[in-house]
């Protein structure tokens, strides 16, 4: 059986080149992304603006909106939003935080519930207070902010802080132009957007640090390449699992949008954006071109000089000049550095497996 | 990496099994899995969100409590006074205090000693700290200060949320519901979880109820018109009998003559002469004292019953019927207006008893079970269109590897449902989107094994020496980028309410089922071909 390969064998593509495109670019949209959020604002659903959101289905034939709406209009109750909702019979009522407290809010369904009588069955009723919606936000924040720290601390012990340090910048700028997305979709932003999120960060970051490791070693068993060479041939090994992982992810995030519902499908529609479209290209494009500014080279091994003069040593700015911590010394770094002369083009290929065992 | 020793494989076919096994109660109907031995009952639990229910979470209400320790305190400095014979002027609350202001300079010093006798250390947790009930302090030219310190309103909304908890479990079992969740949250929250009711009002109706029923007199020394003027007597208040257009005001005495905690059961049922609902009670044998004595001296006065729903509407008089004759069995029966379900819920309140202070509904989400049913079938479509577009893709990517990758990934799955139900885990619809998505990590952990050794080979290894290195160094990269996944999760778990949470718990179980397939039984089944078959070349 002929197997299908989405990557071919030994791609040399050159991404480290295209930072030169691909940081000012993240930087543009993220610029235009937090323009976005404080000029257009997040569509803050119920569960952080408290209010009450109910969902409502004819019992027969179709919806009639215009008529409801004339009937809730009369009840006074500040905004009030109706809305399609999946199938022509299914309505979605939003109503504003009523003032006077928590009390007030039960009133309010109380009020939509007679108005509407029994033409309708209710088959979601959800209220949130002023005063949980508020916790909720504030948990909300607090958790993405434990949930990078977390992370971090992790990479941290696990690399080297240059890595932890690279994989935050490319963390922040995920979610950031995921905000960015759900600002100009104005997808109700509510506690399942915070599992988005989390899940984008996560995915985000295991693409990371898959091409990480790929970097460490190479790191370890070429101490002579320059690091944009190191860093291009880590990403083109990775490549074709970055991509299989993706188009596999995407087929389960497909699935989900098409056939899980209304319920879930901001959540799906937020994780296609994050961890399809910009996870991957952050983990290549920002994540891994962003170690030459921090100065991993440093820390490389013994063996003279980091690079010689035509590896483009002046890509590496900081490296020379402070070796910021002392390298934790990778314990089974294998044989000294391959022959210098050879590290170059040819080496990548050349099996120079560490040993094992 | 290849070599596996044959208790090993063992134990880690074994270890599958098990753990795909605890998913088979789910498959059977809930009847027949009660009949089994009670460690293989254990199994899924469906959210509110899948099977329809509320969500409800009650708060106390602060200022009630407030008030509830105000008016006690009241009662104690007016009673204190009295006892010592002091002259007093000015008894009354004033924010969050009670202030009072001795007459006679002579009396104070004695008085105001009286006063701070009042305030005891405080039990219970705030215990041994030091901290007192009352503050009590001279604020100079005879007036006396007695506020309840923050510790002590603390400590007393800690015993609401503690005695709440049985009474709402009583009313709600009352409403004949199964397998409620009540858990105290954080100080002053209850969560109420109910899954499948038909009526989500009437419970949040229940829940609201503080239900304090009480035996007083009516006051028929003026009449209540008068009262309502401008002329009530100091020992009664003016009360509301019936709802709505037909309020009639009843003047009715302060005192307590028997109260609700003194029933022992109530039932709803029927007035035999006239048909209409009623609900009937019977005291405790104090209860019943009390109440045969009270009835036997005001033969021929009409008593109200009351009851006290707390704010915003206060006591009301349910029925103010006159005492006929006294009565000595410790039963009676109310009437008022009563629905069918409304006598019986009274029925279920007065069972359940009085809660101690009102509870307010915060945050209430109640999902249909129509809706549901329909989350569960979206669900099952999601889920089985999702894996078979990834089976057929990874089949299409690896052939014969691609199968065994699949075979794992089924197996993962087993293991996850395993899993949930060992812990007898809530499913949810987000919980159901994590075990999709678990679904492609756990492909990743085979991809990424599988790309390793397919760079192998390119590498000029030989076959087995290549899927070796493939499966010993992707492992490595398996589990960092795993444990930055399981990190989110975690805090997910920590932070998310309901659905989310079972997301978080789909999400972060899917992470360690996969780790375990990666490293044990993909290998092992790899290991087991490569051992059958000597392949001299890797097939991918």
Known sequence: MKLLRIVPDDTKFDFIRFRRISFPLSALLSLLAIGLYFFHGLNFGIDFKGGTLMEVQAKSGQADLADMRTRLADLHLGEVQLQQFGGPSEVLIRLGQQPGGEEAQNEAVAKVRNALGDAVEYRRIEVVGPRVSGELLSMGTIGVFFAIGGILIYLWFRFEWQFALGAMVANVHDLVLTLGFMSVTQIDFDLTSIAALLTILGYSLNDTVVIYDRIREMLRRYKRMPMPELLNVSINSTLSRSIITHVTVSLSLLALLLFGGQAIHSFTATMMFGVVLVGTYTSIFIASPILIYLGVAANRGSGGMAASAEDEAADVPVAVAKPAEPAPSAPESGRPAAPPAAAGKSSARRPTGRPRR | ?540
């Open chain 2, 1 to 540: 990496m290849l070599y596996f020793s044959r208790w090993k494989a063992i134990g880690t076919v074994l270890t599958a099994v098990i753990v795909c096994l605890f998913m088979v109660p789910n498959f059977f109907p809930e009847a027949t899995v009660k009949t089994w031995p009670e460690w293989a009952q254990r199994h899924l639990v469906l959210g509110l969100d899948l099977q329809g229910g509320s969500h409800i979470l009650l708060e106390v209400d602060v200022n009630d409590v407030k008030k509830q320790r105000l008016d006690a305190l009241l009662d104690d400095v007016r009673r204190t006074l009295r006892d010592a014979k002091a002259g007093y002027q000015g008894l009354a609350r004033r924010g969050d205090s009670v202030e009072v202001r001795i007459r006679e300079n002579a009396d104070f010093p004695a008085v105001f000693a009286k006063l701070r006798e009042l305030s005891t250390p405080l039990g219970g947790l705030a215990g041994g700290t030091g901290q007192r009930s009352l503050d009590v302090s001279d604020q100079g030219n005879r007036l006396v200060r007695l506020t309840v310190t923050s510790a002590a309103l603390n400590e007393r909304i800690r015993q609401v949320v503690e005695q709440s908890i049985p009474i709402i479990e009583k009313r709600i079992n009352g409403l004949g519901l199964v397998e409620p969740t009540i858990q105290r949250q954080g100080a002053d929250r209850i969560l109420v979880q109910v899954p499948g009711l038909g009526d989500p009002k009437r419970l949040l109706d229940l829940l609201q109820s503080t239900a304090k029923l009480e035996f007083r007199l009516v006051d028929m020394s003026t009449s209540a018109q008068d009262a309502l003027q401008g002329r009530t007597p100091a020992d009664s208040e003016v009360l509301y009998e019936g709802k709505g257009g037909t309020r009639t005001p009843v003047l009715v005495e302060k005192q307590v003559l028997v109260s609700g905690a003194e029933l022992t059961d109530a039932q709803a049922g029927f007035d035999q002469r006239t048909g209409e609902p009623i609900v009937s009670f019977r005291f405790n044998s104090a209860g019943a004292r009390k109440f045969a004595e009270v009835t036997q001296r005001n033969v021929g006065r009409p008593f109200a019953i009351v009851l006290d729903n707390g704010p915003p509407n206060g006591p009301e008089v349910l029925s103010a019927p006159v005492i006929r004759e006294p009565i000595l069995g410790g039963s009676g029966q109310i009437s008022g207006n009563f629905t069918v379900q409304s006598a019986n819920d009274l029925a279920i309140l007065l069972r359940a008893g009085a809660l101690p202070a009102k509870l307010t509904p915060i945050e209430q989400r109640v999902v249909g079970a129509g809706l549901g049913q329909d989350s569960i079938d979206k669900g099952k479509i999601a889920s089985y269109a999702g894996g078979a577009l990834v089976v057929i893709f990874m089949l299409v990517t690896y052939g014969l590897f691609g199968l065994f990758a699949n075979i794992a990934v089924m197996i993962n799955v087993a293991m996850i449902f395993g899993v949930l139900s060992l812990l007898n885990a809530t499913l949810t619809l987000p919980g159901i989107a994590g075990i999709v998505l678990t679904v492609g990590i756990a492909v990743d952990a085979n991809v990424l094994i599988y790309e390793r050794i397919r760079e192998e080979v390119r590498h000029g290894r030989s076959a087995i020496a290549a899927i070796d290195a493939g499966f010993s160094r992707a492992l490595a990269t398996i589990l960092d980028s795993n444990i930055t996944t399981f990190i989110a999760a975690a805090v997910l778990f920590f932070i998310g309410t309901g659905p989310v949470r079972g997301f978080a718990v789909t999400l972060g179980i899917g992470i360690i089922t996969t780790l375990f397939t990666a490293f044990t039984l993909t290998r092992l089944i790899v290991a087991t071909w490569v051992r059958m078959v000597r392949p001299k070349t890797v097939p991918i």
